[in-house]
Structure formats: structure tokens, C-alpha cells
């Protein structure tokens, strides 16, 4: 048995763990934020200590950078520019982008509205 085959269950629990830490920190983030920050700490380390990934939307309520839980409108600010999505943590007023989807190719779009008016 490979190492990597042997720690498929344990990787299971890891993922369990770090989506339990996020409920965690978010039902405690309105009374005690620092607890909520202390959770979001272990689920990282959790992870990294399993090799698992952090599942998207969760990292995205992380701040990469000092590691605060972030709620949009009270710890960070959400902001568009035009190409990304741009997060600035209040606690340390870094900033985080990732990009969002626009239609690849708006003008393909209109000439298939247009066929399929008669
Ligand atoms: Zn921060």
C-alpha cells in the first residue's frame, strides 16, 4: 500500500475538518471574532499538514495575507474593476483579485440573436 493510497480516508477527515472550522468561524464571527480568526487558522493548517486543498469559496473567506475570517461589508471591502474581483482586508488593507468570468466573446453572442429572429 502506497502512502498515497493509505492517507485517502485521513485526507476525507481533513476535508470534513476545515468545512467544520469554517461553520465554526462563522457562527462565532459576530461575538468573537478572534475565535473565528483562531478557526480559520487551523483549517489552514490542517490543511497544508494533510495536502488537502482549501475548497474555493471557503479560501475566498480567508485573508491570504494575515489570515483574518472576511465578511464582505464588515472585515473587507468587495469591490469591481471591471475585470476583477478585488478584496481589501480591513485589518490589514491588503488586497486580494481574482478574476471573474465575463462572456468570452460578446459579438458571436448578438449574431446568434440575430438567426434566430426571423
Ligand atoms: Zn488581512
Request: glycine share 4%; hydrophobic share 30%.
Amino acid at each position: 500500500m502506497t502512502r498515497r493510497q493509505k492517507k485517502k480516508w485521513i485526507k476525507e477527515i481533513a476535508r470534513q475538518q476545515i468545512e467544520r472550522l469554517f461553520e465554526l468561524a462563522e457562527m462565532v464571527s459576530r461575538t468573537r471574532p478572534l475565535l473565528s480568526d483562531r478557526y480559520i487558522h487551523l483549517a489552514k493548517r490542517i490543511g497544508m499538514r494533510n495536502r488537502v486543498r482549501i475548497p474555493t469559496h471557503l479560501k475566498r473567506r480567508m485573508c491570504k495575507h494575515c489570515g483574518k475570517y472576511l465578511i464582505p461589508g464588515r472585515t473587507c471591502r468587495v469591490r469591481l474593476n471591471g475585470t476583477c474581483v478585488v478584496v481589501t482586508c480591513l485589518a490589514c488593507d491588503k488586497q486580494t483579485r481574482y478574476p471573474y468570468h465575463r462572456r468570452q466573446n460578446p459579438s458571436n453572442d448578438r449574431i446568434k440573436h440575430q438567426n434566430r429572429t426571423p
